[in-house]
């Protein structure tokens, strides 16, 4: 400084004018102007690459500007965000402690980098000196709050929190007003703990829709802002409002963390584990580490039941975030769950060494186990964490989901009336207690083990009949397992399907029709307007009540495959034909499931027949079990996996063998019971060109012939006729060459000619589809008996195939012959348990026909549809008056037909 003054002083010479002198320090003015201009101009385009995700052009701009000692500070915060946002937390502190001489943003980044590291004696002595030299330095007091905040200090905290929303509301409308957008997010964050703390709603309304919207009209690139936002709602349950969020911080930035976990985290919502881990890997591709990915992807792993993989997976987290408590809590519900009482203490103690208030380790432990169905440790977590912050609203709304869970409505409506007092904006709890304010207007029925609750208005009669059709039931599981639920089982029938969806899963989109929470059955009503047709509700109750039994039985402790394979065993029906080609079709390609793997067919199933295979497959192996080792085989498991016992284990113990030689034999099993399946063994379709190209080379190949000509019948009928009739020249019976003369026989109006072909056609080569052809074309000339007959042949190549049945059914009515149309029925009957049409004509052919035991029978397979068909009722009334249960007839007769 002292040379500089000396040169100035001899500026004024004699040989220098005033107004040179002047124009000289005006130039020298103006350039220091626009050399400063110049640099805002750079920093602000690497900030914009930065954000807009080009780490390596941003690294090359922020390079530049080190070296300048003006923008060496901004450039050097810059440069350890890229680091951050690549997954290296440690590069990034090293960068911001090796500048010298740091300014309080320096300071105060150093700081956030050493809270995330978990270092935070370090980082409060950071954010100290960065307030020395700026008492009101945003970010350091950020950095202290959430020490504060995090280390159970919450009056404390509090009183910084109220700070920033103080400062923030003092200085707007000022020319001191915060105008930079990452000044912003700072208060916005204050901002919600201070709300969530105190309740404040108008507050949660005022940072989404003023604080962080005018953020993003400061800086349209700053999509941190957006992400909090996206996060706000859906912690909220606000699923397509958080969506339209994370959408558009991936057109500022395709490979934000924050919105990537954030969609991963709402397709998790829904169950759609696949698309979830796409976004988590796609999140760590590009921020390898990130600790909220690897949780994601551990939330993932358990819907797998693969703990280890998932334990692997917070163990990467922790690492990066050692006192995070979401994934300590976490860590701690698996060491729970593995009966690992050391570990578990380890990571309790750990969380309170540096929180003396962890409530949030508490809540994720809670939530972790409820989602595995250990009520009442989960229970017990979720009240520590109230405990310790009673004011935060996520336990009680945790707690009070859980009570739904549990059948404890009362105790529910509690905790959600202050959850939602807490968080106006949080759905699921808005939703829950709108459907339990639908419930008060339902009447309830009690049972000796059962208390039903629904609509009196639509659904008594229903109810009521479900009712003893419920203890029935109930007798039979309890012989069946030889094993009683303790407590009467709530079952709520719902007169419309958003309330049952809203009851089962808190958001009304659950695509399904029954559902049992653990100790709850819910359903929609079949008489719903909601529905759009009638469906078997007993078969539905039949399957969510072995599930309460099972899940009671083991503990909670039952793998899906087992628990599904029962239910579905126990409604009754036989697989269906489509169940059977795909299980032949698996079995020749080995694409089948095992044990080790059956889970993922229901929770991350690739297509939806890879779900209905996931049933498939567990009934089967239920059969299987039970076949080679008695039916008492599937209540031993049971028994084992209450002992904490895993599949091999428990497989040991009631098999005397292992899980290699269960598959083994398992595999043999299925590969005999579809032995009779058919399935197309025809080659799969080609192209026109392929075609061409095969008769090129042999002019005999009648299959490539009768292909082509298939494919050309709407085409070219000329070249069709052509390609069939060298078809059957080179090859008598070719099933398409006939199936394509025929039809072009049908168009000329030659129906004799159409018939002759088919038949010349299946003499030589029965095929399946010919002989349906060939036996409607009888039925439709009124030839029953040939089309009885021709049915028959088709159906003994093809036996799993109803449309054998469906046709012989129109057959047998045509020809009035009621015998043959009750055998046709009763099969169809139980190859649909949904179909009411057909059970309703077996209920009137029987009648008919004086079948009165039979009758019976059919009339309560009508009524598990459909209550209200009195044929059906009057003939169940007059069964229980022969019997004498007066008490059932007199209930049923005033829920049937109140005046009677």
């Given at each position: 400084?002292?040379?500089?003054?000396?040169?100035?002083?001899?500026?004024?010479?004699?040989?220098?004018?005033?107004?040179?002198?002047?124009?000289?320090?005006?130039?020298?003015?103006?350039?220091?102007?626009?050399?400063?201009?110049?640099?805002?101009?750079?920093?602000?385009?690497?900030?914009?690459?930065?954000?807009?995700?080009?780490?390596?052009?941003?690294?090359?701009?922020?390079?530049?500007?080190?070296?300048?000692?003006?923008?060496a500070?901004?450039?050097?915060?810059?440069l350890?965000k890229?680091?951050e946002?690549?997954?290296?937390?440690?590069?990034?502190?090293?960068?911001?402690?090796?500048?010298?001489?740091?300014?309080?943003?320096?300071?105060?980044?150093?700081?956030?980098?050493?809270?995330?590291?978990?270092?935070?004696?370090?980082?409060?002595?950071s954010?100290?000196?960065?307030?020395?030299?700026?008492?009101?330095?945003?970010?350091?007091?950020?950095?202290?709050?959430?020490?504060?905040?995090?280390?159970?200090?919450?009056?404390?905290?509090?009183?910084?929190?109220?700070?920033?929303?103080?400062?923030?509301?003092?200085?707007?409308?000022?020319?001191?007003a915060?105008?930079?957008?990452?000044?912003?997010?700072?208060?916005?964050?204050?901002?919600?703990?201070?709300?969530?703390w105190?309740?404040?709603?108008?507050?949660?309304?005022?940072?989404?829709?003023?604080?962080?919207?005018?953020?993003?009209?400061?800086?349209?690139?700053?999509?941190?802002?957006?992400?909090?936002a996206?996060?706000?709602?859906?912690?909220?349950?606000n699923?397509?409002?958080?969506?339209?969020?994370?959408?558009?911080?991936?057109?500022?930035n395709?490979?934000?963390?924050?919105?990537?976990?954030?969609?991963g985290?709402a397709?998790?919502?829904?169950?759609?584990?696949?698309?979830?881990?796409?976004?988590?890997?796609?999140?760590?591709?590009?921020h390898?580490?990130?600790?909220?990915?690897?949780?994601?992807?551990?939330?993932?792993?358990?819907?797998?039941?693969?703990?280890?993989?998932a334990?692997?997976?917070?163990?990467?987290?922790?690492?990066?975030?050692?006192?995070?408590?979401?994934?300590?809590?976490?860590?701690?519900?698996?060491?729970?769950?593995?009966?690992?009482?050391?570990?578990?203490?380890?990571?309790?103690?750990?969380?309170?060494?540096?929180?003396?208030?962890?409530?949030?380790?508490?809540?994720?432990?809670?939530?972790?186990?409820s989602?595995?169905?250990?009520?009442p440790?989960?229970?017990l977590?979720?009240?520590?964490?109230?405990?310790?912050?009673?004011?935060?609203?996520?336990?009680l709304?945790?707690?009070?989901?859980?009570?739904?869970?549990?059948?404890?409505?009362?105790?529910?409506?509690?905790?959600?009336?202050?959850?939602?007092?807490?968080?106006?904006?949080?759905?699921?709890?808005?939703?829950?207690?709108?459907?339990l304010?639908?419930?008060?207007?339902?009447?309830t029925?009690?049972?000796?083990?059962?208390?039903f609750?629904?609509?009196?208005?639509?659904?008594?009669?229903?109810?009521?009949?479900?009712?003893?059709?419920?203890?029935?039931?109930?007798?039979?599981?309890?012989?069946?397992?030889?094993?009683?639920?303790?407590?009467?089982?709530?079952?709520?029938?719902?007169?419309?399907h958003?309330?049952?969806?809203?009851?089962?899963?808190?958001?009304?989109?659950?695509?399904?029709?029954?559902?049992?929470?653990?100790k709850?059955?819910?359903?929609?009503?079949?008489?719903?307007?909601?529905?759009?047709?009638?469906?078997?509700?007993?078969?539905?109750?039949?399957?969510?009540?072995?599930?309460?039994?099972?899940?009671?039985?083991?503990?909670?402790?039952?793998?899906?495959?087992?628990?599904?394979?029962?239910?579905v065993?126990?409604?009754?029906?036989?697989r269906?034909?489509?169940?059977?080609?795909?299980?032949?079709?698996?079995?020749?390609?080995?694409?089948?499931?095992?044990?080790?793997?059956?889970?993922?067919g229901?929770?991350?199933p690739?297509?939806?027949?890879?779900?209905?295979?996931?049933?498939?497959?567990?009934?089967?192996?239920?059969?299987?079990?039970?076949?080679?080792?008695?039916?008492?085989a599937?209540?031993?498991?049971?028994?084992?996996?209450?002992k904490?016992?895993?599949?091999?284990?428990?497989?040991?113990?009631?098999?005397?063998?292992?899980?290699a030689?269960?598959?083994?034999?398992?595999?043999?099993?299925?590969?005999?019971?579809?032995?009779?399946?058919?399935?197309?063994?025809k080659?799969?379709?080609r192209?026109?060109?392929?075609?061409?190209?095969?008769?090129?080379?042999?002019?005999?190949?009648?299959?490539?012939?009768?292909?082509?000509?298939?494919?050309?019948?709407?085409?070219?009928?000329?070249?069709?006729?052509?390609?069939?009739?060298?078809?059957?020249?080179?090859?008598p019976?070719q099933?398409?060459?006939?199936?394509?003369?025929?039809k072009?026989?049908?168009l000329?109006?030659?129906?004799?000619?159409?018939?002759?072909?088919?038949?010349?056609?299946?003499?030589?080569n029965?095929?399946?589809?010919?002989?349906?052809?060939?036996?409607?074309?009888?039925?439709?000339?009124?030839?029953?008996?040939?089309?009885?007959?021709?049915?028959?042949?088709?159906?003994?190549?093809?036996?799993?195939?109803?449309?054998?049945?469906?046709?012989?059914?129109?057959?047998?009515?045509?020809?009035?012959?009621?015998?043959?149309?009750?055998?046709?029925?009763?099969?169809?009957?139980r190859?649909?348990?949904?179909?009411?049409?057909?059970?309703?004509?077996?209920?009137?052919?029987?009648?008919?026909?004086?079948?009165?035991?039979?009758?019976?029978?059919?009339?309560?397979?009508?009524?598990?549809?459909?209550?209200?068909?009195?044929?059906?009722?009057?003939?169940?009334?007059e069964?229980?008056?022969?019997?004498?249960?007066?008490?059932?007839?007199?209930?049923?007769?005033?829920?049937?037909?109140?005046?009677?």
């Open positions: 400084m002292k040379s500089s003054r000396t040169a100035y002083s001899y500026m004024p010479s004699k040989t220098i004018s005033p107004k040179v002198f002047l124009g000289v320090l005006l130039v020298s003015f103006l350039m220091q102007i626009n050399e400063g201009l110049c640099f805002a101009k750079d920093l602000v385009q690497a900030r914009k690459l930065l954000l807009t995700g080009k780490l390596e052009e941003a690294k090359d701009e922020y390079q530049e500007l080190l070296k300048d000692p003006k923008t500070h901004a450039a050097t915060i810059g350890s890229i680091s946002a690549q997954g290296d937390l440690n590069a990034s502190l090293k960068i911001i402690s090796d500048l010298k001489n740091p300014s309080a943003d320096v300071l105060g980044r150093k700081a956030e980098i050493q809270f995330l590291m978990g270092l935070w004696n370090d980082a409060e002595a954010a100290a000196n960065a307030l020395l030299q700026s008492p009101d330095h945003l970010q350091s007091r950020w950095v202290k709050a959430r020490i504060l905040w995090a280390g159970g200090d919450i009056p404390k905290a509090l009183s910084e929190f109220q700070w920033f929303v103080k400062s923030y509301s003092d200085k707007l409308e000022t020319p001191n915060y105008k930079k957008p990452e000044d912003l997010l700072i208060i916005a964050q204050a901002s919600l703990e201070n709300a969530r105190y309740a404040l709603g108008d507050e949660l309304e005022t940072i989404l829709n003023d604080l962080l919207k005018d953020t993003l009209k400061i800086d349209p690139d700053f999509w941190p802002a957006e992400a909090l996206g996060k706000i709602l859906l912690e909220k349950h699923r397509p409002e958080a969506l339209a969020a994370f959408s558009k911080v991936l057109a500022i395709p490979e934000a963390p924050e919105a990537l976990v954030g969609k985290e397709a998790i919502q829904k169950m759609e584990y696949q698309e979830a881990e796409s976004f988590a890997q796609r999140a760590l591709k590009s390898p580490n990130n600790p909220d990915a690897l949780i994601l992807l551990s939330e993932i792993s358990l819907a797998e039941s693969n703990s280890t993989k334990r692997e997976q917070l163990a990467l987290a922790r690492k990066a975030r050692p006192r995070d408590e979401k994934i300590l809590g976490r860590l701690a519900a698996l060491a729970w769950l593995d009966g690992k009482t050391a570990e578990l203490q380890n990571l309790e103690k750990e969380a309170l060494s540096f929180d003396k208030k962890p409530a949030l380790f508490y809540l994720e432990m809670g939530e972790l186990l989602s595995r169905r250990r009520f440790e989960a229970e977590r979720l009240k520590q964490a109230i405990e310790l912050r009673p004011n935060l609203p996520e336990p709304i945790s707690l009070a989901m859980l009570s739904l869970q549990m059948g404890r409505e009362a105790e529910a409506r509690t905790l959600l009336e202050k959850g939602l007092k807490a968080d106006p904006f949080h759905v699921q709890t808005a939703n829950s207690l709108k459907v304010k639908h419930l008060d207007k339902y009447e029925l009690k049972t000796e083990h059962f208390i609750k629904f609509d009196a208005s639509q659904d008594k009669a229903l109810v009521t009949y479900m009712s003893f059709f419920m203890e029935e039931i109930f007798a039979q599981l309890n012989a069946r397992f030889r094993f009683s639920p303790k407590e009467p089982i709530l079952v709520e029938v719902f007169s419309n958003e309330m049952f969806s809203g009851r089962t899963v808190g958001v009304p989109d659950l695509h399904t029709i029954g559902a049992c929470t653990g709850v059955i819910t359903m929609v009503s079949p008489q719903s307007k909601t529905m759009n047709k009638p469906f078997n509700w007993a078969r539905v109750m039949r399957h969510e009540l072995t599930h309460i039994f099972n899940l009671e039985q083991s503990q909670f402790m039952v793998p899906h495959w087992l628990t599904e394979g029962l239910a065993s126990l409604e009754g029906y036989p269906s034909d489509s169940w059977n080609k795909e299980l032949k079709q698996r079995i020749q390609s080995n694409n089948l499931y095992n044990l080790s793997n059956i889970n993922l229901f929770q991350r690739r297509s939806p027949i890879d779900w209905q295979m996931a049933y498939c497959q567990s009934l089967l192996y239920v059969e299987y079990l039970q076949k080679t080792h008695g039916d008492e599937s209540r031993n498991m049971l028994e084992s996996f209450a904490g016992n895993g599949t091999d284990l428990a497989l040991e113990q009631v098999t005397k063998s292992n899980t030689n269960f598959e083994k034999g398992y595999l043999a099993y299925i590969k005999e019971i579809t032995a009779k399946t058919l399935i197309s063994d080659p799969k379709l192209s026109v060109e392929e075609l061409r190209k095969a008769i090129e080379g042999d002019e005999t190949d009648a299959e490539a012939q009768g292909e082509l000509a298939l494919l050309l019948i709407n085409r070219d009928r000329a070249e069709a006729r052509k390609l069939a009739e060298a078809a059957l020249s080179n090859k019976g099933p398409r060459a006939s199936l394509v003369l025929a072009l026989a049908k000329a109006g030659d129906t004799k000619k159409e018939q002759t072909l088919l038949e010349d056609s299946v003499k030589i029965p095929d399946a589809d010919i002989l349906f052809l060939l036996g409607r074309i009888f039925y439709d000339a009124g030839e029953f008996p040939k089309a009885t007959e021709t049915l028959q042949s088709g159906m003994a190549l093809d036996p799993d195939n109803p449309r054998w049945l469906e046709q012989l059914a129109r057959v047998f009515a045509q020809t009035d012959n009621k015998p043959m149309q009750i055998e046709v029925l009763q099969k169809l009957s190859l649909d348990p949904d179909d009411l049409e057909k059970r309703k004509r077996l209920l009137k052919l029987l009648l008919q026909n004086n079948q009165k035991t039979e009758a019976l029978i059919a009339a309560r397979e009508v009524l598990e549809i459909d209550v209200s068909f009195k044929e059906a009722q009057d003939l169940l009334l069964h229980l008056q022969a019997l004498g249960k007066n008490d059932e007839l007199l209930k049923l007769k005033q829920a049937f037909n109140p005046s009677r």
